[in-house]
């Protein structure tokens, strides 16, 4: 898993929605066997058909471990969008127009996965759409997951090794002054031209982080679940409440006033891998613990960008308080253990909870 994919894009290691999933349906080869008669007073018995049955091809443990984070990143970016569109205002910033989708190619995994990325996803030397924004641009303008990337503005993009990083050094200035940009697509070996919108949207690319323990991240730009986190989350609320919560991080420069930026970059680097060095996970990694006004003030932020996106916030301090007991703060590697202060934030919650309900009784807007 590489990191850097095209800035038209929130949503980093890509995507999902509708993946090509490779259905493989066993074959049955039926041979009716020929014998040579002998004339005989009795009618011949009938040759019992030959079956030969050819097995399904079998997955390699590469493209197991693909098909899986691809399912849980599917899930992880379709939470993601709407808190993405829905929260400018409060992204200060680190609102930006995107294209709104993300983009990969055979490349854009390590090369042990190489190959599976191109049986299972179905990548080549072009650059695909994995994943398009819900609301974006590139969604009203009809941009599909599987599409290839042609050009934009008639500009050829790359192929290849390097095809992400310099797509992105191509498409960085041209999404800036302008409100739509021309799209060329290779779809069904046809090509299409498209007017893709551009969406004003916070621009924190989305990692997942490729390990079971229950931890998140936020570097200052991005955002990172771990896998362990995303199946912690029942529900998709629950998972908004973490993904909102690293934003709030974000938006408020925590980890820069925590002089945390390098370090955490470092261990989001090491997580998106597909396979990460977990020898540097020791702990806490070098993390330090995030003090209880910052925490609270994210809390706060957070819970206004979830109801901002439509989702629920009442079953935000029941979720925080379940994951502070399964994964308390003597676990090092987890995530109370970098944010420690529970009896801080639920109460600092509940007020934020009430807040947020007499605004919408008088129509105010959801602003903290």
């Keep these: 898993m590489t990191r850097g994919t095209i800035q038209s894009i929130t949503l980093r290691w890509k995507q999902p929605n509708a993946l090509l999933q490779l259905a493989v349906l066993p074959i049955a080869l039926l ?19 030959v079956v030969i049955a050819v097995p399904p091809a079998v997955s390699t443990p590469e493209q197991e471990a693909l098909r899986s984070l ?115 697509i290779i779809r069904n070996d046809t090509s299409l031209s498209l007017t893709i919108p551009l969406t004003h949207a916070c621009a924190f690319a989305i990692d997942l982080g490729n390990t ?5 991240y936020a570097d200052g730009h991005r955002i990172m679940l771990s896998r362990g986190m995303v199946d912690f989350a029942r529900t998709d609320e629950e998972l908004a409440y973490v993904l909102a919560k690293e934003m709030a991080h974000n938006t408020l420069a925590h980890p820069q006033k925590q002089r945390m930026s390098a370090t955490v970059g470092g261990i989001i680097d090491n997580l998106i891998r597909m396979h990460p060095d977990m020898s540097t996970m020791v702990g806490k990694a070098g993390v330090k613990a995030m003090p209880q006004g910052l925490d609270t003030a994210a809390d706060t932020l957070a819970l206004y960008m979830v109801a ?22 003597t676990v090092l590697n987890g995530y109370t253990a970098i944010h420690p202060g529970t009896l801080a934030r639920l109460s600092a919650m509940g007020k934020t909870i009430a807040d947020i309900k007499s605004k919408r009784g008088t129509r105010a807007a959801l602003l903290p």
């Design 212 to 216: 079971d323990n229950v931890i998140a």
């Design 70 to 184: 691809v399912s849980l990143q599917d899930r992880l970016y379709r939470v993601a969008a709407p808190l993405l569109v829905n929260n400018t205002e409060l992204c200060k910033g680190n609102a930006r127009n995107l294209l709104g989708f993300t983009a990969k190619n055979k490349y854009s995994y390590s090369a042990d996965f190489i190959d599976a990325a191109q049986k299972t996803l179905g990548l080549d030397e072009r650059l695909q759409i994995m994943g398009v924004l819900a609301g974006s641009g590139a969604s009203k303008a009809g941009v599909q997951s599987g599409d290839s990337l042609l050009a934009i503005e008639d500009r050829f993009l790359p192929l290849g090794e390097n095809a992400e990083r310099q797509a992105a050094s191509i498409l960085a200035p041209l999404v800036n002054g302008r409100s739509s940009v021309k799209l060329t």
């Design 31 to 49: 041979l009716t066997s020929c014998a040579t008669q002998t004339p005989t007073s009795k009618p011949p018995r009938p040759t019992a058909p």
């Design 308 to 329: 901002r996106a439509g989702y629920d916030i009442d079953n935000a301090p029941a979720f925080w308080q379940r994951l502070a007991s399964q994964y308390p703060a």
